[in-house]
């Protein structure tokens, strides 16, 4: 059976994919990136610890750090997924707000920066689910916010991704919450127009944090996207 390695976002570990480690005995969660700076380095640390080849799931910066892996090893990568995430690069106004909250790290602790930014994660019926929020909220703060800053380092001088897109060949699933503030359903459909034979799903009654908000169904998409028949995934030139 073919290794699942799942990748979470930012400041989030495995727990984020408790669900799906639950559901799925071929996969494993990378625990984090340490103090990687740049999405380039959080690839190569998880290409140092994956099997020679693996399913590829990665969660908002985590499907960031999945792309990365398509650039530089998509021989390894069977499948391809990416959730709740974007390809875009900086937008106006996106350093302020990443520096504001670092600031709030920095002045009031970890915690503080959490609760200030975990909630609009969630969909607004999820805001105040403490059964939700509790554990991702010190799953967060045991994080902690010397990778917060080295991890918006990364976010801010992230390269040019879009023009990988339709170089990819393996069976790739994109998936969003219908509720998602963050990474908004427009952005997943941009994506999947550019991947060749990508698989888009919309999932109901969940936000950024689709993993925790909506487990089964997620769980159920995932099920299917590993049944799909594999392609060999093609190295992919003429991409800087």
């Not at 021989?75 to 900086?90: D, K, W």
């Not at 991704?161 to 427009?186: F, N, Y």
């Amino acid at each position: 059976m073919t290794p699942l390695l799942l990748l979470p976002g930012l400041i989030c570990d495995a727990r984020i994919f408790a669900a799906q480690l639950r559901a799925f005995p071929e996969a494993c969660g990378f625990p984090g990136y340490g103090a990687a700076d740049s999405l380039a380095d959080m690839a190569q640390r998880v290409l140092a610890e994956a099997p020679a080849r693996f399913a590829l799931l990665g969660h908002s910066m985590g499907a960031r750090v999945a792309l990365e892996i398509m650039r530089v090893a998509p021989e390894r990568v069977t499948r391809l997924a990416l959730v709740s995430t974007g390809v875009h690069l900086p937008r106006e106004g996106e350093a302020a707000k990443r520096y504001a909250l670092r600031d709030l790290g920095r002045s009031d602790g970890m915690g503080a920066l959490v609760d200030a930014w975990l909630p609009p994660m969630f969909a607004p019926a999820h805001e105040q689910d403490t059964a939700l929020l509790a554990p991702l909220r010190q799953m967060c703060i045991d994080v902690g916010l010397a990778s917060f800053e080295a991890q918006i380092a990364a976010l801010l001088r992230r390269p040019e991704v879009e023009s990988l897109l339709p170089a990819i060949r393996c069976p790739t699933l994109i998936a969003v919450g219908r509720e998602d503030r963050w990474s908004p359903p427009e952005q997943h459909a941009h994506i999947a127009a550019l991947v060749p034979h990508a698989h888009l799903v919309e999932i109901e009654g969940a936000g950024h944090m689709l993993p925790v908000e909506a487990p089964d169904a997620l769980n159920a998409e995932i099920t299917s996207w590993l049944a799909r028949p594999a392609t060999p995934a093609q190295p992919i030139s003429n991409f800087a």
